[in-house]
């Protein structure tokens, strides 16, 4: 990665200007302008400041470092590591807490983690090899093996999914062959996209939420997301409990 250039692409992507980041940053736009043009050389402290003031991802603060020539700043550690175990913990107490409605975890990928129980009516009917742990929770969705078929929303809800797979074009242009052309949205959108699913306790009409640790200096905990699902109407919440109990 070439350094100046990393730093002045992601300062324009999110359009600010030199003054207002080298302000923020605790420097002056002149030596913003020398570090952005390689002719000057930043402190590790410095590049530590320009990308909190980016608002950066840990991942990236830790690319910019190394392209900086310093060391990364902030550790990643397995998710099975025994340190990470209280998090593993909260995260198992956290999706048995949601039932009966669906919850699960997923790493920066897409790929799961974990899910709830009530997860599984999200699921059924979905070809085996694209459900559990380690695979595609996007492929699960819109891949014709997978949930598609049963979305009665599909063109919808699939380009839902693709706006949210910006960092990964590979991924996003494969799944985006399977969702068919988004008519021209007519009368009131209502306050959140749903998912319309079909199941075997009928229609269920889900809107999500999305959960990260926001305050975690651990690579791996910043990229997990906890998505959980809630009940848009009474007959949604009526079938995922029944569904519970039958479980």
Known sequence: MDFPRALRERRIERRISQ???ASQAGTTQRHLSFIESGRSIPGRGMVLRLAETLNLPLRERNELLL????????????????????????????LDGHQPYPALIVDRTGAMIAANRAFGLIAEGASADLIGPGRNVYRLALHPNGIAP????????GRHILARLGHAEELRDELSEYVPELEPPSGQLGFAVPLQLEST??????????????????????????????PTDASTADALRAADIAD
């Open 201 to 230: 306790y009928g229609e269920l009409r889900l809107m999500t939420t999305v959960t990260t640790f926001a305050t975690a200096t651990d690579i791996t905990l910043t990229e997990l997301k906890l998505e959980a699902f809630l």
């Open 150 to 157: 049963r979305i009665r929303n599909l063109a919808e809800w």
């Open 19 to 21: 003054l207002e980041m």
């Open 67 to 94: 392209a900086a020539g310093y060391a990364p700043a902030y550790p990643e550690t397995s998710l099975d590591d025994a340190a990470l175990a209280p998090v593993r913990d909260a995260l198992g107490h956290i």
